[in-house]
């Protein structure tokens, strides 16, 4: 028995690697093939860019709350400071989700981004002024609740910009 296993072929591990490699460069290069077409489409690159600006304030924003949440109180204020933002969410999300089904999409992704935009200011000057606890706390699910509107709202936009497929 252990004739046979010794007997077995053992595949070549540089025509392996040679293989991944390849596959590895012709991904990459659909990639850059896909990444620069929807580069070259304006108004996909700036729903795009307003999207990746979202993301990064709506993260800045929660380590803003919860690191003032945990240094009022600890764990247990960090907690509640997360059942504040995300309880109104969950209650009112689908009615705020389908206001760009309703409504003209590009007028509530800017009034979604102009609240976004205010709540995210107030709870930073509050932050920033070391206002009572629960001021913040009054602030902070607006905070989360302009997101709700603003990101259904991109992917509503999103296959509009696409335009049609090409072969």
């Known amino acids: 028995m252990k004739g046979k296993q010794a007997d077995?072929?053992?595949?070549?591990?540089?025509?392996a690697d040679m293989a991944s490699?390849?596959?590895?460069r012709d991904r990459a290069r659909a990639v850059r093939a896909v990444l620069g077409t929807a580069l070259a489409n304006p108004e996909l690159r700036?729903?795009?860019?307003?999207?990746?600006l979202c993301c990064v304030?709506?993260?800045?924003?929660?380590?803003?709350?919860?690191?003032?949440?945990y240094d009022r109180g600890g764990?247990?204020?960090?907690?509640?400071m997360?059942?504040?933002?995300?309880?109104?969410c969950i209650a009112l999300g689908p009615?705020?989700?389908a206001l760009a089904d309703v409504y003209d999409a590009q007028r509530i992704l800017v009034l979604g981004t102009s609240l976004q935009f205010a709540s995210m200011s107030a709870v930073a000057l509050a932050v920033y002024w070391q206002a009572p606890l629960w001021l913040v706390?009054?602030?902070?699910?607006?905070?989360?609740?302009?997101?709700?509107?603003?990101?259904?709202?991109?992917?509503?936009?999103?296959?509009?910009?696409?335009?049609?497929p090409t072969s």
């Open 137 to 164: 706390f009054a602030l902070a699910p607006l905070t989360a609740l302009s997101i709700t509107v603003t990101r259904p709202t991109q992917a509503a936009l999103f296959p509009p910009s696409c335009g049609p």
């Open 82 to 88: 997360v059942l504040v933002q995300l309880l109104p």
């Open 21 to 24: 490699a390849a596959g590895l």
């Open 75 to 80: 764990a247990a204020t960090a907690s509640s």
């Open 57 to 69: 304030a709506e993260m800045a924003i929660w380590i803003v709350l919860l690191i003032y949440a």
């Open 95 to 97: 009615v705020l989700g």
């Open 8 to 15: 077995a072929p053992v595949p070549d591990a540089d025509a």
């Open 46 to 52: 700036r729903l795009g860019s307003a999207y990746a």
